[in-house]
């Protein structure tokens, strides 16, 4: 299982290796479709003491126009450093296996996406002797699946595109639809991509807003002890004694205050122990639901109780 933001944006195409296939023409990008995927090793080093490691390597085999290597990068911003090793990397996959490589680069912002896609050229201002062309997969060209039944089809696509728009207002309605999607499916492999989506959304809000979704739709998603479930342990565990003893009712108002003290807390908004009583105490779930998606982008802890 991923660890990291990083690490899920470029290891979902481990999970499921046809992915670029299916992203990249909706991306507006035409690519030979492939007839067999197999991933290889990451370790690009020299004998010499320079470590050099691709994030995610395929070689990829299609029907009219032969093999070829792709090299995914996930970035998270932009990086003076990286055209060089994007260059290395290129060069050194082509002199190894003879084979074209390809370079796509997967970004969570727009800013970031431009950037990686700029053409890197090595040479003389009247001569280049090497250029690189990245293809670049990000918020700007992945459309936002906001549809429940086409993330049902495409549950893989969908969270990568959930994880592309991770920084994008209209989040909630991306993560919602896939939420949604997730819990009609059922079965090991929508839990195995619900994590991943946990785990893709970094400690950000979203996260918090991912895990109050599936607390939603726990009722209707077959299995336990999965990390969301796990997770909203953290946000339950003051009430869920008492919940347990007075009703679920009382315990879901619990949890739901204590997720939202802990976005404000992570947010770095001030709550006074006027507000944290008045959140603590109230166990109208439709309220907290308010305070809940206000505490997302409300600049004071008392803008959750302005009336709309």
């Given amino acids: 299982m991923v660890s990291s933001a990083h690490e899920a944006m470029h290891q979902i195409f481990r999970e499921?290796?046809?992915?670029?296939?299916?992203?990249?023409?909706r991306a507006g990008i035409p690519?030979?479709?492939?007839?067999?995927i197999r991933p290889l090793d990451t370790d690009l080093t020299e004998i010499r003491p320079l470590a050099r490691r691709v994030d995610t390597l395929f070689r990829v085999d299609t029907a009219d126009d032969g093999g070829f290597l792709l090299a995914v990068e996930a970035q998270g911003k932009p990086d003076p450093d990286k055209p060089n090793s994007w260059t290395y990397y290129l060069a050194h996959l082509y002199a190894k296996y003879q084979l074209p490589p390809i370079l796509l680069v997967v970004c969570r912002d727009k800013a970031t996406a431009s950037w990686a896609a700029e053409p890197v050229r090595v040479g003389l201002p009247v001569h280049t002797s090497m250029a690189v062309f990245p293809l670049?997969?990000?918020?700007?060209?992945?459309?936002?699946?906001?549809?429940?039944?086409?993330?049902?089809?495409?549950?893989?696509?969908?969270?990568?595109?959930?994880?592309?728009?991770?920084?994008?207002?209209?989040?909630?309605?991306?993560?919602?639809?896939?939420?949604?999607?997730?819990?009609?499916?059922?079965?090991?492999?929508?839990k195995r991509w619900a994590e991943f989506t946990e785990v893709g959304l970094?400690?950000?809000?979203?996260?918090?807003?991912?895990?109050?979704?599936?607390?939603?739709?726990?009722?209707?998603?077959?299995?336990?002890?999965?990390?969301?479930?796990?997770?909203?342990?953290?946000?339950?565990?003051?009430?869920?004694?008492e919940g347990e003893a007075k009703g679920r009712a009382e315990g879901e108002a619990k949890g739901r205050a204590a997720d939202i003290l802990r976005i404000l807390d992570r947010r770095g908004i001030e709550v006074s122990e006027a507000v944290r009583e008045r959140i603590t105490s109230c166990s109208?779930?439709?309220?907290?639901?308010?305070?809940f998606d206000r505490s997302l982008t409300a600049i004071s802890a008392e803008e959750l109780f302005e009336e709309s």
Avoid at 31 to 36: C, G, I, K, L, Y
């Fill in 136 to 190: 670049v997969l990000g918020p700007g060209n992945v459309p936002a699946i906001t549809d429940p039944d086409e993330a049902a089809e495409d549950l893989a696509l969908a969270v990568f595109a959930a994880l592309a728009h991770a920084k994008d207002p209209g989040l909630p309605a991306i993560l919602d639809a896939l939420a949604t999607a997730v819990t009609s499916t059922g079965g090991e492999t929508a």
């Fill in 284 to 291: 109208d779930l439709e309220v907290l639901g308010t305070w």
């Fill in 16 to 25: 499921d290796p046809g992915l670029f296939a299916r992203a990249l023409p």
């Fill in 31 to 36: 690519f030979p479709e492939p007839t067999a």
């Fill in 202 to 241: 970094d400690d950000t809000p979203a996260r918090a807003l991912w895990r109050h979704l599936m607390a939603t739709y726990t009722p209707r998603f077959p299995g336990s002890g999965t990390l969301i479930e796990e997770a909203l342990i953290e946000g339950e565990a003051k009430g869920r004694a």
